[in-house]
């Protein structure tokens, strides 16, 4: 991958004064809004419909971009953005009516997977890197069974019928937001990147029945085009039960230890990229925004004071769970070699 296509982050707050300009418009892939975004933006936004949580911003945006221009389209409800090399796309779908063949969010979850596959065999990007999903209430138990579950059976159906072999899924995360449409974004590429799991986590396509009729599906980890380190959603899981149960603290350190794992493991696949806890950014899901100051403190204690982790207010995929957390890196000699495009 060319440093005109290679992957790079920018973060700001909009509200702010003194905060650096905004990357080239033509190379913006796409954007993760955590607020109301701007309407009639040109790229694909993901609203994040969570309160940001401590003393600083109440909204943020994170775009994801590279120096090279991006051809923009919409492909039945998604809105994405391409390059040579690289897709990010957004679709938020409302819940319907169930049927005899699955519950309303169930049939949305696969109606949108469906479309992102069309569209990445369409676009010729048969790569997932990354995907966000985001489910309106996802613990409540609706017709007999947790929304997430049924979230996970429809993901599963998509992933079946376009042949999709879950042991070679992207990295990802699930969040429960309090209302609003099924959200989904995700980057996706013409190169396959290397899945990376935790040898202290039964893997999340092979967890027993007892988590539900069809088992999650991401890999916990994966590194990515210029060796781009992303980290899916972690929590305190040890084999495949929770551990720590009412104990914000102790998950906290346990979802760190096996972050660890993951970054050692990365170290071993990309010896040279330079990866290290202090050196990723961080997305802090909190179920209890009570908890805020002790999961921040515990965070700052093991990675250091100037960690770059953003907090949101958020349900956790399993009722148990207190805290979750993911992360990417980016290395640094990529970033240097973006900053020479982007001068060119």
């Keep these: 991958m060319s440093p005109d296509t290679s992957l790079q982050f920018f973060q700001c707050n909009p509200a702010a004064n003194g905060e650096p300009p905004l990357p080239a418009a033509a190379g913006i892939l796409g954007m993760s809004s955590l607020h109301h975004p701007a309407p009639g933006l040109p790229w694909p936004v993901q609203r994040v419909r969570m309160p940001l949580l401590g003393d600083g911003a109440k909204q943020l945006h994170e775009y994801w971009y590279s120096a090279s221009p991006c051809r923009r389209g919409h492909f039945q409800d998604i809105h994405y953005s391409c390059n040579a090399e690289l897709l990010y796309g957004a679709i938020e779908l409302e819940e319907g009516h169930g049927s005899d063949t699955g519950t309303a969010l169930q049939l949305a979850a696969e109606r949108a997977y469906r479309q992102l596959f069309s569209l990445l065999e369409a676009e010729g990007f048969p790569h997932l890197w990354r995907i966000w999903n985001y489910v309106p209430r996802i613990n409540e138990m609706e017709h007999g069974l947790e929304r997430y579950r049924q979230f996970n059976i429809g993901r599963h159906e998509a992933f079946a019928d376009f042949e999709r072999p879950v042991n070679s899924s992207p990295a990802a995360c699930a969040l429960g937001v309090e209302d609003g449409p099924l959200s989904i974004a995700f980057l996706a590429a013409r190169q396959a990147p290397r899945c990376i799991e935790n040898p202290r986590q039964t893997s999340a396509f092979a967890y027993p029945r007892q988590y539900g009729p069809r088992s999650p599906t991401f890999t916990r980890a994966a590194i990515a085009g210029n060796d781009i380190l992303f980290i899916s959603g ?111």
Aim: aromatic share 4%; glycine share 8%; hydrophobic share 40%.
């Design 234 to 344: 972690t929590a305190s899981i040890v084999g495949h039960g929770t551990v720590h149960i009412g104990d914000v603290v102790a998950q906290t350190r346990e979802t760190m230890a096996n972050i660890t794992v993951l970054v050692e493991q990365a170290r071993q696949l990309a010896p040279d990229a330079g990866y290290s806890l202090a050196g990723l950014d961080y997305r802090v899901y909190i179920r209890h925004a009570v908890d805020y100051a002790r999961v921040r403190s515990t965070l700052e204690q093991l990675i250091g004071p100037g960690i770059r982790a953003v907090y949101v207010q958020a349900d956790v995929c399993r009722s148990d769970l207190l805290v979750e957390v993911e992360a990417h890196g980016i290395p640094q000699a990529n970033q240097q070699a973006d900053a020479t495009a982007q001068r060119r």
